[in-house]
């Protein structure tokens, strides 16, 4: 068993742009196949470049806020509820071009 206090962890910037901070609840090889577990804010303006992941899915749930995801070239609005997931290979980018915060809580699942 493991108990994180969210609240009391350190915000850290994410891989693919130091400005927009984290906070990961359950690191890599802690859960076998998890990558990674945590939340982000993007705030207005905030966004992360075209990528994709070999070998690994995203799954991005919407706590607050809107967001762009594009994904293969095609935009997603996304809004608070709103669940995305990302396939191994598919390039995809978000970002914030609204004037609010946009937070979400994220994983990655390892598919090698």
């Given at each position: 068993m493991k108990l994180i206090h969210t609240n009391q962890l350190p915000e850290i910037g994410t891989t693919h742009n130091e400005?927009?901070?984290?906070?990961?609840?359950?690191?890599?090889?802690e859960i076998p196949k998890?990558?990674?577990?945590?939340?982000a804010?993007?705030?207005?303006g905030q966004e992360v470049d075209t990528h994709k992941h070999d070998t690994m899915c995203e799954?991005?749930?919407?706590?607050?806020?809107?967001?762009e995801f594009i994904v293969n070239s095609k935009k997603h609005n996304v809004v608070t509820?709103?669940?995305?997931?990302?396939e191994q290979g598919e390039f995809h980018s978000m970002r914030n071009p609204f004037l609010?915060?946009?937070?979400w809580v994220y994983f990655g699942i390892a598919t090698d």
């Open positions: 400005a927009i901070k984290k906070k990961v609840f359950i690191k890599k090889e998890l990558m990674m577990f945590g939340s804010t993007f705030t207005p799954v991005f749930y919407i706590l607050s806020g809107k967001a509820g709103d669940c995305i997931t990302i609010e915060d946009v937070t």
